[in-house]
């Protein structure tokens, strides 16, 4: 698979080097970039931009540039990852939250990031202004007045007609049947990793991992992670949270060590807490 910069910046500093003071020199940066073929150049005008940004500032050291990962930036590697990592289930009380919004339809950009960060809380739309997540998650609604200060944001808890009634609701606010053959896929292709992995070490070891927790994290934005009752029979995203968080975990140390071998500096594993 191609790699992007912007979303490499990203793993690479919520892996491993925002566990190393979240910073790194430009030329450190340019050597991990080799590993996935992506030109200096190409990393100077990435990190400028970014800069630019305000994903990090930069400092000299001699005629080095360092890049530090802003206090924001930080905050969004956090949350990431503990979406990223979450069970692919959680226990549920048979309830709902209902969120119900309404924005100026001139205002057209703050409706589209509204739906894109209700579909990343875990609420999936059962009408274009009615979305729905299983449980009491009416912190996580609330917490959206403050970021949309314009919207009319309305939150309900509330309960359906029974099981069946609870499954129809859920296959009306998420495509299952899609999301079930992505996970397909992502299983049958990582599949054999669960014994290779150990071989991995050096680069090749980086790589891989990289490319597995590029490939599984978009599943959080689609994946509300339902309850086993809401799910279908056989559900595939079961098998596919084992083999990336296996992986993830079992390429971590070859993976960690080549970093700290280009960076001259340790490279510890995310501290209790914040997953392998």
Same mark, same amino acid.
């Given at each position: 698979?191609? &790699?992007?910069?912007?979303?490499?910046?990203?793993?690479?500093?919520?892996?491993?080097?925002?566990? %190393?003071?979240?910073?790194?020199?430009?030329? =450190?940066?340019?050597?991990?970039?080799? !590993?996935?073929?992506?030109?200096?150049?190409?990393?100077?005008?990435?990190?400028?931009?970014?800069?630019?940004?305000?994903?990090?500032?930069?400092?000299?050291?001699? $005629?080095?540039?360092?890049?530090?990962?802003?206090?924001?930036?930080?905050?969004?590697?956090?949350?990431?990852?503990? $979406?990223?990592?979450?069970?692919?289930?959680?226990?549920?009380?048979?309830?709902?939250?209902? %969120?119900?919004?309404?924005?100026?339809?001139?205002?057209?950009?703050?409706?589209?990031?509204?739906?894109?960060?209700?579909?990343?809380?875990?609420?999936?739309?059962?009408?274009?202004?009615?979305?729905?997540?299983?449980?009491? $998650?009416?912190?996580?609604? =609330? !917490?959206?007045?403050?970021? &949309?200060?314009? !919207?009319?944001?309305?939150?309900?808890?509330?309960?359906?007609?029974?099981?069946? =009634?609870?499954?129809?609701?859920?296959?009306?606010?998420?495509?299952?049947?899609?999301?079930? /053959?992505?996970?397909?896929?992502?299983? %049958?292709?990582?599949?054999?990793?669960?014994?290779?992995?150990?071989?991995? %070490?050096?680069?090749? !070891?980086?790589?891989?991992?990289? $490319?597995?927790?590029?490939?599984?994290?978009? &599943?959080?934005?689609?994946?509300?992670?339902?309850?086993?009752?809401?799910?279908?029979? /056989?559900?595939?995203?079961?098998?596919?949270?084992?083999? &990336?968080?296996?992986?993830? /975990?079992?390429?971590?140390?070859?993976?960690?060590?080549?970093?700290?071998?280009?960076?001259?500096?340790?490279?510890?594993?995310?501290?209790?807490?914040?997953?392998?």
């Amino acid at each position: 698979m191609s &790699f992007t910069p912007r979303a490499l910046i990203l793993d690479l500093f919520g892996d491993y080097l925002r566990y %190393v003071d979240s910073e790194i020199r430009l030329g =450190h940066l340019t050597t991990l970039f080799e !590993a996935f073929e992506i030109a200096p150049a190409t990393v100077r005008v990435t990190m400028s931009r970014l800069r630019r940004e305000g994903w990090f500032t930069s400092r000299r050291l001699g $005629r080095e540039t360092v890049y530090t990962l802003s206090p924001h930036m930080l905050e969004v590697l956090d949350e990431g990852r503990r $979406r990223i990592f979450a069970p692919a289930s959680s226990p549920w009380d048979k309830s709902w939250t209902m %969120v119900i919004y309404q924005l100026s339809e001139a205002d057209r950009q703050g409706r589209e990031q509204l739906r894109k960060e209700l579909a990343w809380q875990g609420f999936g739309p059962l009408t274009t202004s009615t979305w729905l997540a299983p449980g009491d $998650r009416r912190v996580d609604a =609330h !917490a959206l007045t403050s970021e &949309f200060p314009t !919207a009319q944001i309305d939150v309900l808890r509330c309960t359906s007609d029974g099981l069946d =009634h609870d499954r129809e609701l859920a296959g009306r606010c998420w495509d299952l049947t899609t999301l079930a /053959a992505e996970y397909e896929a992502f299983t %049958v292709e990582n599949r054999h990793l669960v014994q290779t992995a150990g071989t991995l %070490v050096g680069s090749d !070891a980086l790589v891989e991992r990289t $490319r597995v927790i590029t490939t599984f994290r978009h &599943f959080p934005f689609k994946d509300p992670r339902l309850p086993q009752d809401l799910r279908p029979e /056989a559900w595939p995203g079961v098998e596919a949270h084992e083999i &990336f968080h296996g992986v993830h /975990a079992s390429l971590g140390l070859p993976a960690r060590a080549y970093v700290a071998g280009v960076v001259g500096r340790d490279v510890p594993a995310p501290p209790n807490g914040q997953y392998e």
